[in-house]
């Protein structure tokens, strides 16, 4: 490899700010983009899991591309053959400025739409988002060759990278979401993608000065000429298993913890995090520090995450987690800038980096959901993560043959006892005692990473199966659309007498539920019981209600189906078949099979499915999508509240469930009602006396009219109230959401 010759060393900062500048706006643009042309295609393609993560692999699978053009071009062509065909590139991506949807792109309807999406992704973002790609790899390239006194290490410019992603990642949420519609939005994306390009142009001016008159470096090893094949291995394995790591930490999270809005932030912070640390100056630092410390944050992990979660509040429980991530990351990344290549190799290790991160990407997205039934790629990648700590032997030997069995007897112990024992649960105390003491045993190990992984795994693997047995899970699968579980549980029922019951759960969130006894099983119960604002609404209506048309967006277990009459016609709208299934099982639940008459069923995103339907076809139309604290935003927009109307009846009943633990909706269907000029009422209905499974719900019915929803005001059956008015917040629209807004 050749560079300028010493003499002619240049010591200029303005070159740092120059090429790092360019970095820092690149990833800031790549990490804007993500979100913004998501929210595009949202009202296309729906809040389908799918979609995300058909997006997420093109972004990753160009980013591939990127690094794959960067790495190719810098080692084979010279300097000024680089700076030409990359100019060439951008002149072109000019042509798709400002990014926007193809006019009249609509979706296919009788198919797949997969292919259709990645095909509207690349013509409306491929070329600028190519383009911003490759830029992390070419410009330190290029930086290496500028002949600064730093250009031997250029390394620690892509800090500034990952500075820029981490605060686009933080600054679109809380600062230019609020403020800037999208129309907004993609008008000044295409205006910083030509500033950015600008500041390419002035990149390449400054490599086109460079003297091509170089002298050869002989001080590169023999180590960094001959990048042997386990050194790349050993790359690939420290990017992917992070990589890896964030996707199922972030599944954890929404799936057992807490389905916050915006907490998948945070995972990802801490990853960009770790990047802009290891790749600075004081990585030779701070590394040492984190493999020293690692054990002992996993000693509190994996006792009160793992084995004992019970005792944690959850906010404590999302701590440990994020903490042993953050250091198991750092180490990983750690080793990762540790053993960076000369810049000779620059792109080489670049374009490794990549190709795992993207591997990372598709092996949580396409591969773990087929394979395991729970996000236990987390708990895998853990593992794979103490396997990577320096020390570890590559070879087989003696040594690890004894650090691999007693991990192996451990988990051979537990599968024995959980197949002899029968009630394995009257020891249940013990068995936490003693894998607390089998986790400080793990303390000791630290110095052998092999043992230590394996037999933390051990631990991980027996803890999940013992609270997976506690729980008393009878079925459990996960979709693109997350984890549902079905579980029996125990009541006191009304004669003081302990009585079985099943439960849905979509992560943490519960989705209904039903008695088993065959005189109450026709009883909704939980957020649609008969004392509560659904079971009082139909009985306000009982006498004029007898040839209603309803449709029902969100499909749980069944139970409103029991308020059916057979003279109704009814029709279901669930995105997830699982769902259906699941509701349709009686083995699990049995409302609809006991209680639906003419019934249609809907499968797919809801809006868009009521797109089909004639207009002013219903009587009453109940929003049930928003009782998981995920919300799909789409569904609560003024064109969604249009569209709703639109297939009312003209004295049509819009009802809306909004129990949600951390978002206040009623914020934004108030300001709804109050620009569209409907009428609207709320209950936050509080059961007044025990009663099993009847629990506190909130709801909006609006219409068009005042006096049709008159009877439910005047009623003494709830306290039905008017909205609260709202002023310190735009109505959402297709062009503008604000989640930040209505947080509790």
Same mark, same amino acid.
């Given at each position: 490899?050749?560079?300028?010759?010493?003499?002619?060393?240049?010591?200029?900062?303005?070159?740092?700010?120059?090429?790092a500048?360019?970095?820092?706006?690149s990833?800031?643009?790549?990490?804007?983009?993500?979100?913004?042309?998501?929210?595009?295609?949202?009202?296309?393609?729906?809040?389908?899991?799918?979609?995300?993560?058909?997006?997420?692999?093109?972004?990753?699978s160009?980013?591939?591309?990127?690094?794959?053009?960067?790495?190719?071009?810098?080692?084979?062509?010279?300097?000024?053959?680089?700076?030409?065909?990359?100019?060439?590139?951008?002149?072109?991506?000019?042509?798709?400025?400002?990014?926007?949807?193809?006019?009249?792109?609509?979706?296919?309807?009788?198919?797949?739409?997969?292919?259709?999406?990645?095909?509207?992704?690349?013509?409306?973002?491929?070329?600028?988002?190519?383009? =911003?790609?490759?830029?992390?790899?070419?410009?330190?390239?290029?930086?290496?060759?500028?002949?600064?006194?730093?250009?031997?290490?250029?390394?620690?410019?892509?800090?500034?990278?990952?500075?820029?992603?981490?605060?686009?990642?933080?600054?679109?949420p809380?600062?230019?979401?609020?403020?800037i519609?999208?129309?907004?939005?993609?008008?000044?994306?295409?205006?910083?993608?030509?500033?950015?390009?600008?500041?390419?142009?002035?990149?390449?001016?400054?490599?086109?000065?460079?003297?091509?008159?170089?002298?050869?470096?002989?001080?590169?090893?023999?180590?960094?000429?001959?990048?042997?094949?386990?050194?790349?291995?050993?790359?690939?394995?420290?990017?992917?298993?992070?990589?890896?790591?964030?996707?199922?930490?972030?599944?954890?999270?929404?799936?057992?913890?807490?389905? =916050?809005?915006?907490?998948?932030?945070?995972?990802?912070?801490?990853?960009?995090?770790?990047?802009?640390?290891?790749?600075?100056?004081?990585n030779?630092r701070?590394?040492?520090?984190?493999?020293?410390?690692?054990?002992?944050?996993?000693?509190?992990?994996i006792?009160?995450?793992?084995i004992?979660?019970a005792?944690?509040?959850?906010?404590?429980?999302?701590?440990?987690?994020?903490?042993?991530?953050?250091?198991?990351?750092?180490?990983?990344?750690?080793?990762?800038?540790?053993?960076?290549?000369?810049?000779?190799?620059?792109?080489?290790?670049?374009?490794?980096?990549?190709?795992?991160?993207?591997?990372?990407?598709?092996?949580?997205?396409?591969?773990?959901?087929?394979?395991?039934n729970?996000?236990?790629?987390?708990p895998?990648?853990?593992?794979?993560?103490?396997?990577?700590?320096?020390?570890?032997?590559?070879?087989?030997?003696?040594?690890?043959?004894?650090?691999?069995?007693?991990?192996?007897?451990?988990?051979?112990?537990?599968?024995?006892?959980?197949?002899?024992?029968?009630?394995l649960l009257?020891?249940?105390?013990?068995?936490?005692?003693?894998?607390?003491?089998?986790?400080?045993?793990?303390?000791?190990?630290?110095?052998?990473?092999?043992?230590?992984?394996?037999?933390?795994?051990?631990?991980?693997?027996?803890?999940?199966?013992?609270?997976?047995?506690?729980?008393?899970?009878?079925?459990?699968?996960?979709?693109?659309?997350?984890?549902?579980?079905?579980?029996?549980?125990?009541?006191?029922?009304?004669?003081?007498?302990?009585?079985?019951?099943?439960?849905?759960?979509?992560?943490?969130?519960?989705?209904?539920?039903?008695?088993?006894?065959?005189?109450?099983?026709?009883?909704?119960?939980?957020?649609y019981?008969?004392?509560?604002?659904?079971?009082?609404?139909?009985?306000?209506?009982?006498?004029?209600?007898?040839?209603?048309?309803?449709?029902?967006?969100?499909?749980?277990?069944g139970?409103?189906?029991?308020?059916?009459?057979?003279t109704?016609?009814?029709?279901?709208?669930?995105?997830?078949?699982?769902?259906?299934d699941?509701?349709?099982?009686?083995?699990?639940?049995?409302?609809?099979?006991?209680?639906?008459?003419?019934?249609?069923?809907?499968?797919?995103?809801?809006r868009?499915?009521?797109?089909?339907?004639?207009?002013?076809?219903?009587?009453?139309?109940?929003?049930?999508?928003?009782?998981?604290?995920?919300?799909?935003?789409?569904?609560?927009?003024?064109?969604?509240?249009?569209?709703?109307?639109?297939?009312?009846?003209?004295?049509?009943?819009?009802?809306?469930?909004?129990?949600?633990?951390?978002?206040?909706?009623?914020?934004?269907?108030?300001?709804?009602?109050?620009?569209?000029?409907?009428?609207?009422?709320?209950?936050?209905?509080?059961?007044?006396?025990?009663?099993?499974?009847?629990?506190?719900?909130?709801?909006?019915?609006?219409?068009k009219?005042?006096?049709?929803?008159?009877?439910?005001?005047?009623?003494?059956?709830?306290?039905?109230?008017?909205m609260?008015l709202?002023?310190?917040?735009?109505?959402?629209?297709?062009?503008?959401?604000?989640?930040?807004?209505?947080?509790?």
């Open positions: 490899m050749s560079y300028p010759s010493e003499a002619k060393t240049e010591r200029n900062i303005t070159l740092i700010v120059l090429f500048g360019t970095l820092f706006i990833a800031s643009l790549m990490f804007v983009l993500q979100p913004l042309f998501g929210k595009l295609l949202l009202p296309l393609l729906g809040g389908s899991p799918a979609v995300w993560n058909t997006c997420m692999v093109f972004y990753q160009i980013l591939f591309l990127g690094y794959l053009y960067a790495h190719t071009i810098s080692t084979r062509f010279n300097q000024h053959r680089q700076i030409q065909l990359h100019a060439a590139i951008i002149l072109i991506s000019f042509l798709t400025l400002p990014v926007a949807l193809p006019e009249n792109t609509v979706p296919p309807t009788d198919s797949n739409p997969t292919f259709w999406l990645l095909w509207t992704l690349f013509l409306a973002i491929g070329l600028p988002y190519f383009v =911003v790609s490759t830029t992390a790899p070419l410009i330190q390239k290029w930086f290496a060759n500028v002949g600064h006194h730093t250009s031997h290490d250029p390394y620690y410019l892509y800090a500034a990278s990952n500075t820029g992603s981490l605060l686009a990642l933080l600054s679109y809380f600062l230019l979401e609020p403020a519609g999208l129309v907004n939005q993609k008008s000044f994306w295409s205006i910083g993608y030509v500033m950015l390009c600008l500041l390419i142009a002035g990149c390449a001016f400054v490599l086109w000065k460079t003297r091509q008159n170089t002298v050869t470096i002989q001080d590169i090893s023999v180590k960094e000429n001959n990048l042997g094949l386990y050194r790349k291995f050993h790359w690939m394995a420290l990017a992917f298993v992070p990589s890896s790591l964030l996707l199922g930490l972030t599944n954890f999270i929404s799936t057992d913890i807490a389905s =916050v809005p915006l907490l998948w932030i945070i995972p990802l912070t801490l990853y960009l995090l770790s990047f802009v640390i290891v790749f600075s100056k004081w030779n701070i590394h040492p520090v984190m493999v020293k410390l690692q054990p002992i944050v996993l000693l509190p992990f006792v009160y995450a793992f004992n979660p005792d944690l509040p959850y906010w404590a429980y999302l701590f440990l987690h994020l903490l042993a991530f953050f250091f198991a990351v750092m180490v990983c990344h750690g080793e990762l800038a540790k053993d960076r290549p000369h810049t000779q190799y620059l792109t080489t290790f670049y374009l490794i980096m990549s190709f795992a991160g993207m591997l990372g990407g598709m092996f949580n997205t396409f591969v773990a959901p087929f394979i395991f729970g996000i236990y790629e987390y895998i990648m853990i593992v794979a993560a103490l396997l990577l700590r320096p020390g570890t032997v590559a070879s087989f030997n003696k040594e690890l043959l004894l650090q691999i069995t007693a991990p192996a007897l451990l988990v051979i112990t537990g599968l024995v006892l959980y197949a002899s024992v029968k009630d009257q020891y249940f105390d013990l068995i936490v005692i003693s894998l607390i003491a089998l986790t400080f045993l793990t303390f000791l190990l630290r110095g052998r990473p092999v043992a230590f992984a394996l037999l933390t795994g051990a631990i991980i693997f027996l803890g999940l199966g013992l609270h997976g047995l506690s729980s008393h899970t009878l079925y459990q699968e996960r979709t693109f659309f997350g984890v549902l579980a079905v579980r029996e549980s125990v009541l006191t029922n009304e004669q003081n007498q302990p009585e079985k019951y099943h439960e849905l759960f979509h992560g943490t969130t519960k989705h209904g539920a039903q008695r088993l006894v065959a005189l109450l099983a026709k009883i909704p119960l939980t957020y019981s008969r004392p509560g604002p659904m079971g009082q609404l139909f009985k306000e209506f009982d006498n004029n209600n007898q040839n209603w048309a309803i449709g029902i967006i969100g499909l749980g277990t139970a409103l189906a029991c308020y059916a009459k057979s109704q016609d009814w029709t279901l709208y669930e995105i997830d078949p699982l769902v259906v699941i509701a349709n099982n009686p083995a699990y639940f049995s409302y609809l099979k006991l209680c639906t008459q003419k019934t249609t069923m809907r499968i797919g995103d809801a868009l499915s009521l797109e089909k339907e004639p207009d002013h076809k219903f009587d009453l139309l109940v929003l049930d999508a928003f009782s998981s604290d995920s919300v799909p935003t789409h569904l609560l927009t003024s064109e969604a509240l249009e569209l709703y109307f639109k297939k009312l009846k003209p004295d049509g009943i819009l009802a809306f469930h909004i129990t949600n633990r951390h978002l206040l909706l009623k914020k934004v269907l108030s300001i709804h009602a109050e620009q569209l000029h409907f009428a609207a009422l709320i209950q936050e209905f509080k059961p007044q006396q025990d009663i099993p499974l009847v629990v506190s719900t909130d709801w909006v019915v609006m219409a009219k005042p006096e049709t929803l008159a009877p439910l005001n005047l009623s003494r059956l709830g306290n039905w109230q008017k609260p709202y002023f310190d917040m735009k109505p959402w629209t297709d062009d503008f959401t604000n989640i930040v807004s209505i947080w509790k």
